[in-house]
């Protein structure tokens, strides 16, 4: 069984590669491990329903289950995981 921890910094400002890279990233991590914890500082206000890019982050958080627990002042606890067996 493989366990993957990753951390992410992003830094805060507009990088708009960074949905598409992030989305493909994850995509590698669900094939490459059978537990998968991702954590980091990620500086997208998902708390801004007017936001489109921290929309575009938090669809791709939905997508693979991650939903935010807390979210106050641009500060966002998401907690989820990914346990596959084989």
């Known amino acids: ?15 708009t590669d ?11 991590l669900v094939l490459a491990a059978d537990k998968d914890l991702v ?3 990620f500086n ?17 958080l939905n997508s693979i289950g991650v939903r935010p627990t807390h979210c106050r002042n641009h500060t966002l606890v998401a907690s989820g995981c990914s346990f596959r067996s084989q």
Do not use: C
């Not at 069984?1 to 990088?15: D, E």
């Not at 960074?18 to 590698?28: A, R, T």
């Not at 329903?49 to 669809?59: I, R």
């Open 44 to 60: 997208i206000h998902v708390d801004n329903n007017k936001d489109a890019f921290g929309l575009a982050f938090a669809d791709i």
């Open 1 to 15: 069984m493989t366990f993957v921890l990753a951390t992410v910094y992003r830094p805060p400002g507009h990088h």
């Open 39 to 41: 954590v980091g500082d």
């Open 18 to 28: 960074f949905i598409k890279e992030f989305g493909d990233f994850l995509s590698e």
